[in-house]
């Protein structure tokens, strides 16, 4: 007996184009993608297409494909109904110039020593996964983001900060209030600082904080970790602490708590929708989708990723961490600390060893306000301190008021 799956994603975008402070260009793009799999004694036949799908010849295309015996012997998903959505301001073409040039008209007025460029993007996204099982699963997202790359007239660097904000709706104030606090701060150049520090990092997923997450990441995929190639080797699931007490960093399938989709690319519905991969500072988990656990002896999580046309493979999404404050206030001294703004690269040793090199610092007070810039270095810790004893907390706070993550204060060396 066969069970076939169809997965459907749909896209949609506008794009203003900035260059010189001004809008540039206006694009607009659509795609939809669509998948069928066939699952049949133990074995996978996947066929894809892109544009309008007709699904019978791609299901006819999926079962000729069985006859490559690619193995997948685990159960498909089945009866399981679900959908969700993150829905914020919906625009077209008009209402995003509209977003845009206020806010572009005020900065270059407000700060005339720089240039902005990049550009201003509206998107929607739509995915669902149903099958002849019984699986019938949905999510839509509909987010805008203002990105502005910020040169200082003369300069030679390609780029010398940015701003960035991300939300399901973006108040043109609200952006311009926070924009403003950087470029104020970023103006204002202090005294070169080294050895120890107290440092800020916002959220986990941009161009800071991903940086703290590379061994996570990649050393805790299920084959990394089977095969005994793992950082973490033999530490998962063993009840022992190897971090802080108070770290507890999950990987978020909660769409109440994250705009994040609430199952994965096998239709994977977790009871309780986040995972806990690290509790208390004890390793708990590893990304395996249900191919991987079986194929590598170990618990399957519900982290099966990829594109619509491809076999899911296992990978962590949304990494988050449970706030252990309210305010990044209640995490730093009368000294304040240094906000990491952007990481170019780095690297981290076999031994977790982590080489940043921070091109943008900006310092903060003890209430977390940014008070100026400090010149860039390479921030130093190994993964075991940065996470262990030398980290001070999580806040509930969040980076911006768009954005659902909130800061990381730990300790490293600069």
Request: glycine share 10%.
């Amino acid at each position: 007996m066969s069970t076939r799956e169809v997965v459907q994603a749909q896209t949609s975008s506008i794009k203003l184009g900035v260059v010189d402070s001004q809008i540039a260009s206006i694009r607009t793009q659509s795609e939809e993608q669509t998948a069928v799999r066939i699952f049949e004694r133990g074995c996978v036949g996947v066929a894809s297409a892109i544009g309008h799908a007709d699904l019978d010849r791609l299901t006819g295309a999926a079962r000729e494909a069985l006859a490559f015996e690619i193995p997948y012997p685990v159960a498909p998903e089945a009866d399981r109904s679900l959908t969700a959505a993150h829905q914020g301001d919906r625009h077209d073409v008009a209402s995003l110039v509209s977003l845009a040039e206020p806010i572009l008209e005020r900065l270059t007025e407000a700060f005339p020593a720089f240039v902005f460029s990049h550009g201003v993007e509206h998107n929607r996204a739509s995915w669902s996964l149903t099958s002849d099982a019984g699986l019938d699963l949905h999510y839509q997202r509909a987010t805008t983001q203002v990105v502005f790359v910020v040169k200082e007239k003369g300069s030679g660097n390609i780029i010398d900060t940015f701003l960035v904000a991300e939300g399901l709706c973006l108040e043109p104030e609200a952006v311009l209030a926070t924009f403003t606090e950087h470029l104020n701060a970023y103006g204002r150049m202090l005294a070169p600082r080294t050895g120890r520090q107290r440092v800020v990092f916002a959220g986990l997923q941009g161009f800071s904080g991903a940086s703290l997450m590379q061994l996570v990441r990649s050393d805790l995929l299920a084959r990394t970790y089977a095969t005994g190639a793992s950082f973490f080797d033999g530490r998962v699931g063993d009840g022992k602490r190897y971090l802080h007490r108070d770290l507890h960093l999950v990987e978020a399938r909660d769409p109440v708590l994250h705009r994040v989709c609430p199952f994965d690319m096998e239709g994977v519905v977790r009871d309780p929708l986040d995972l806990d991969v690290i509790r208390g500072g004890r390793l708990c988990a590893l990304a395996a989708n249900k191919r991987d656990a079986l194929r590598f002896d170990v618990p399957p999580t519900g982290t099966g990723a990829g594109e619509v046309g491809s076999l899911p493979v296992s990978a962590f999404g949304r990494l988050a961490l449970r706030p252990t404050a309210d305010r990044l206030a209640d995490l730093l001294d009368e000294d304040g600390g240094l906000l990491v703004w952007f990481v170019a690269g780095g690297d981290t040793t076999r031994a977790g060893d982590m080489a940043l090199p921070a091109q943008i610092l900006i310092a903060v007070d003890g209430q977390g306000r940014p008070v100026g810039r400090v010149p860039g270095g390479t921030l130093r810790a190994n993964v075991y301190d940065a996470l262990g004893d030398d980290f001070v907390g999580a806040t509930a706070e969040r980076v911006d008021p768009f954005s659902d993550e909130g800061f990381l204060v730990t300790h490293m060396d600069l």
